[in-house]
Nanobody
Framework: QVQLVESGGGFLQAGGSLRLSCVAS????????IGWFRQAPGKEREFVAA????????HYADSVKSRFTISRENAKKTVYLQMNSLKFEDTAVYYCAASRSLVVVNAASAAPDEYDYWGQGTQVTVSS
C-alpha cells in the first residue's frame, strides 16, 4: 500500500502561482510513478501531469503545458506541481496518484486506470 497526501492548495487570483506537494508513505521502496489529476465541479476527472520514477519521462496535458511543471525528490518521497499563470479554468480539486506497475516500463501515463493509489485531494480556486 502507498499512502499519498497532497498539500499546497488555496485561493488566489488569476495570473498567480501555487506549488502543490504530494508526499508518499508506506510501501515505496520499489518506486512509483506519480500522476496529478484534477476534477472541477460537474466535470470528469482529467489528467494534468505525470512523472516517472526516474524523472526522465514527463507528460503534461495540453491545457497546462508551459504553465505547470512537475518534479520529484525521491529522497523526500515528494512530488511537486508548480503551477504558474493560473487561470479561472484551473479551479478544481487536485489529486495525486501513484502507480507501481508503471515503474517497470518507466512511463508517465495519463490514464487514471493505470494508477493504484490516490490521495484525498487539495482544492485550488482561481478567481477571474
Amino acid at each position: 500500500q502507498v499512502q499519498l497526501v497532497e498539500s499546497g492548495g488555496g485561493f488566489l487570483q488569476a495570473g498567480g502561482s501555487l506549488r502543490l506537494s504530494c508526499v508518499a508513505s508506506g510501501s515505496t521502496d520499489y518506486g512509483y510513478v506519480i500522476g496529478w489529476f484534477r476534477q472541477a465541479p460537474g466535470k470528469e476527472r482529467e489528467f494534468v501531469a505525470a512523472i516517472s520514477w526516474s524523472g526522465g519521462s514527463i507528460h503534461y496535458a495540453d491545457s497546462v503545458k508551459s504553465r505547470f511543471t512537475i518534479s520529484r525528490e525521491n529522497a523526500k518521497k515528494t512530488v511537486y506541481l508548480q503551477m504558474n499563470s493560473l487561470k479561472f479554468e484551473d479551479t478544481a480539486v487536485y489529486y495525486c496518484a501513484a502507480s507501481r506497475s508503471l515503474v517497470v516500463v518507466n512511463a508517465a501515463s495519463a490514464a487514471p486506470d493505470e494508477y493504484d493509489y490516490w490521495g484525498q485531494g487539495t482544492q485550488v480556486t482561481v478567481s477571474s
